[in-house]
């Protein structure tokens, strides 16, 4: 449903991928700080915990349908929220393989898969979306503490890094494309959180780093520039 016009002049953040794990506590998040959220599910996903998230915050949480992966899809979606402004847009998004998997034995279906998820889809998104974005607003992009190149000591998660040091190389560019641009940018680090993608022997707890990692977008607000961040608002070398 439409956001509730009492709520029109909130800041509202364009959330992409919001309906479980990172996406969805960060809606929550937001939700809570006071902000409206427009956050995308996939289509045929059927309801999901946004759903119930929009009936407890009504009038201030609206649900669109969205596959990164189909850009028609991302048109479409530019076409309905055509004439709207945010004041930030965040794409969440991520896949893996099985971590033990070197570039030598991954699948080409496989690779081809995670590096178009991960790092081609997001950046598409971004392109596309960017115009919605406010001249002060921030765009952020779900990157990963593993696409760091001078942090990998250890190897494994081989394809997964690659993505993701690919993601920060093209969201790079993007910035540089842009250097004018009044906006802030950001690749965000989530650390490793036990979620469906992190899995279980993760590190960090949903609530140990989405909450920080809300604070950090919002204190980057207003700075212009790209910025490679973790949860805790520490600079990731690149």
């Keep these: 449903m439409p956001l509730n016009s009492s709520y029109q002049n909130v800041p509202t953040i364009l959330l992409i991928a919001a309906s479980r794990g990172l996406g969805l506590a960060m809606a929550a998040e937001f ?19 946004l759903h119930d998230l929009a009936d407890e915050f009504k009038g201030r949480l609206e649900i669109e349908q969205l596959d990164i992966c189909e850009q028609s ?13 945010f004041e930030m847009l965040f794409v969440n998004a991520g896949i893996t393989n099985d971590e033990k998997d070197t570039i030598g034995d991954v699948t080409t279906d496989d690779f081809i898969r995670v590096m178009v998820t991960n790092s081609l889809c997001p950046m598409r998104v971004v ?3 960017q115009d919605l974005v406010t001249a002060t607003g921030l765009i952020g992009v779900m990157s990963s503490g593993q696409g760091s190149v001078a942090n990998n000591l250890t190897g494994m998660h081989e394809v997964y890094r690659g993505s993701k040091a690919a993601l920060n190389q093209f969201m790079r ?19 490793w959180v036990r979620t469906e993608l992190g899995g279980p022997a993760a590190h960090l707890s949903i609530e140990e780093s989405v909450p920080n990692l809300v604070n950090t977008l919002l204190k980057k607000q207003g700075n212009p520039g790209l910025e490679y961040l973790d949860y805790l608002d520490r600079t990731v070398p690149w």
């Design 31 to 49: 939700l809570k700080k006071g902000w409206n959220v427009v956050g995308t599910v996939r289509e045929g996903s059927g309801r999901s915990k």
């Design 73 to 85: 899809q991302v048109a479409a979606l530019h076409e309905r929220l055509s004439g709207r402004t």
């Design 127 to 129: 392109e596309s979306l």
């Design 173 to 191: 560019s993007f910035a540089a494309r842009n250097a004018e641009s009044s906006r802030a940018m950001v690749l965000m680090a989530p650390g």
